[in-house]
């Protein structure tokens, strides 16, 4: 994997495309369906780190562009996405697409509360962070592992902290495996095409930060 080392403008933007791949993946709210509705603003994080984050689809921000345009109103955009985040990740007949969950990809019975929310709830607690606000759900959803993952950049770039900022890479290298895998479950999706191609460019970002060279020891 080729090595990147980022301007503080791109640690900037990728920081932020972090913060809303986390947000679409909670689910749908009418604030962030506003958002998404000002485009230029909303996909501008991911436009300034394009030349370094070699997208896949090399399209996916003129598709989001497109499937976004499509609404004109922030309750139409909520109501498609509410649709299909359920369907997709909560419930749907015949089982979901791709559960939200780490362990539901990585352990043979696709089991809640696998080791891998054991672990998440281990980090979180070593960081001296909680679930405040999403208690019911298990450590491992999709979002509260980018939440980590925001909270190890945000305190490593900003302060140039080399732990926390290894500690990121470290992380984004282990959780990227999963997510891909999660991506893949849902790839072929047609109906909605706004979570495959937003999985797409959170597995993107991942690999940028994967590939953020080490701090030398």
């Known amino acids: 994997m080729k090595e990147y080392t980022l301007s503080t403008s791109q640690q900037t933007f990728l920081l932020e495309g972090i913060g809303k791949m986390c947000r679409a993946f909670w689910g749908p709210d009418s604030n ?5 509705l000002r485009t230029a603003a909303y996909l501008r994080p991911f436009e300034e780190i394009e030349a370094v984050a070699n997208y896949e689809p090399p399209d996916v921000l003129s598709q989001l562009r497109a499937v976004i345009g499509n609404f004109a109103a922030a309750d139409a955009l909520f109501c498609h996405l509410e649709e299909a985040y359920v369907r997709l990740f909560i419930n749907a007949r015949g089982g979901v697409a791709a559960p939200l969950y780490e ?3 990585v352990s043979e019975n696709a089991m809640l509360m696998g080791q891998p929310a054991m672990m998440m709830k ?3 607690e070593s960081e ?3 679930l405040t606000g999403h208690s019911n759900d298990p450590p ?5 592992e980018l939440e980590y993952l925001y909270f190890l950049l945000s305190k490593g770039w900003p302060d140039a902290d080399p732990a926390f900022v290894d500690k990121a890479v470290s992380y984004a290298s282990e959780i990227l495996p999963w997510i891909n895998t999660f991506r893949q479950r849902i790839i072929c999706e047609r109906q909605s095409p706004f979570y495959p191609l937003a999985a797409s460019l959170l597995c993107d970002l991942l690999r ?3 590939s ?3 701090n030398p020891k």
């Open 212 to 214: 953020t060279p080490p």
């Open 128 to 130: 001296g962070l909680s």
């Open 140 to 144: 491992d959803h999709l979002s509260v």
């Open 32 to 36: 962030q369906c506003e958002e998404m």
């Open 208 to 210: 940028l930060i994967a």
């Open 103 to 105: 362990s539901c990809h």
């Open 122 to 124: 281990k980090r979180l």
